[in-house]
């Protein structure tokens, strides 16, 4: 292009009518966005609290004002829901980027319960034994000083307590309200990476030992970047594939409904190519999210290094969040595509269902072995996917809640099991655990067995409804599949139960500390939503299912 010509066109735009008075101004809708504004609001008042509260007085800041805010968020999500805005008014909000609907809310709901009941976790101080006259939690005394110096020594002697721990909890559950409810695909990549970036920092403070949980967060940290990489790849494919990056015109492009369209785009519109490979990207930086097999590769090392308080949270939020943005986007993004990722998602099922139960007979660390039933939890939860009806999202949806706070419950029992060097987790130093305290032994067996999907427990009524899903939406074949690989698993499960009840203890065995009363409530609320799904699962399967409609 001449450089006459060029000039011509910026003396064109020039001369054109004043072009900032065309931007419209943001319309954004405060009270239907108001869960994550109030999370946010408060990851940015832990920030302050950071830089201006004295450091004896942090702690209790932080953890008041971490529980204020989740609770109010969650109140927020309630009467949202009373509203009417899961059913009736479910609407797209903030120009098209974040749905307010029966999926979002339900989601949201779940994330900040589990997160609160997490956050209980965070805050333990009592599990090690006071140092230098000061009670400890699970992070590290100074993240910033390397592992065994002497400035990490000062400041465990001075001590010094990492309470950056609550506003990055705060901010990845920000992330994950945005990621389940966003509405186009830079919403959902913002989201992404919001959320993941604490959780890269969370995996690297532990107190005891140091080096395995920094090792943990770089591999987590590497594989995560290279998911999004993924994921972002796939975004620019489908925004040349659809001159858009909303779900709704994605959607229609797919379907051939689309009825403006963009001469500038008409030429790749059309291209199939595109649409599959960034789909295929898009779904893979999901998949990796949610831990399934061959995307399952960081799962048991992050679980196994990072501080327990942060796996708990993190395998039950991350999923939860996960699985509620893979849903929107194969539901409301590519019906119109589902015979070509519908066979794919049957394998990529069958295979996480199979390897993670397999795989988890052959480990001894009790962090990892729930680290593999977690892939084979992502399988069974990837056969609701597939159904592809309203029986499927509200079976998801149900499976995800159940599942979330039987690992918060567990996670929290593993943080009890103490010896010299903190936490006990390989497996025969569990042995006899029921003689030596049958009532942890006996809640452990509890979330063993709701994990093993054994009738009334939690897990029984999710897996039921998510296998009776995938049934009636033509994948009966998946379900002998996902109840041979339950069976398989319950094999590991109870093992553990046998080990911890019917082996002797060994003399030089670990103890069990006494909790606050902050785990003990963790504790409590995974036995007792257990007990309850289990026991009368109805009401909650009928709430699932007012809430499985995804607003288009």
Known sequence: MSASAVHSLWTTAAGAADPIAKIDAPKIEYGQLSPTLIVVGAAIVGVLVEAFVPRKHRYYAQLFVSVVALAAAFAAVVALAAD???TTKARIAAMGAIAVDGPALFLQGTILLAALVGLFTFAERRLDPETHGNRVDSFAAQAASVPGSDSEKAAVKAGFTTTEVFPLLLFAVAGMLVFPSANDLLTLFIALEVFSLPLYLLCALARRKRLMSQEAAVKYFLLGA??????LFGIALLYGYAGSVSYATISQVVDGTV???????????GNDALLLIGTAMIVMGLLFKVGAVPFHMWTPDVYQGAPTPVTGFMAAATKVAAFGALLRVLYVVLPGLRWDWRPVMWGVAIITMLGGAIVAITQTDIKRLLAYSSIAHAGFILAGVIATTPDGVSSVLFYLAAYSFVTIGAFAVVTLVRDAGGEATHLSKWAGLGRRSPLVAAVFAVFLLAFAGIP?????????????????????????????SSAIAAFFYIRVIVLMFFSEPRPE????????PLTMTAIGVGV?????LGVAPQYFLDLANQAGVFVR
């Not at 290279?226 to 994921?231: G, I, P, V």
């Not at 007792?528 to 309850?532: E, Y």
């Open 226 to 231: 290279f998911a999004s990489a993924f994921t």
């Open 259 to 269: 009825k403006n369209v963009n001469p500038a785009l008409a030429d790749t519109m």
């Open 84 to 86: 009417g805005y899961g």
């Open 528 to 532: 007792a939503v257990t007990l309850v």
């Open 456 to 484: 009334l427990t939690s897990g029984f009524a999710g897996k039921f409804a998510v296998f009776k899903a995938a049934a009636e939406g033509g994948a009966a074949p998946l379900v002998v599949v996902g109840v041979i």
């Open 509 to 516: 065995g670990p103890t069990v500390a006494v909790p606050s």
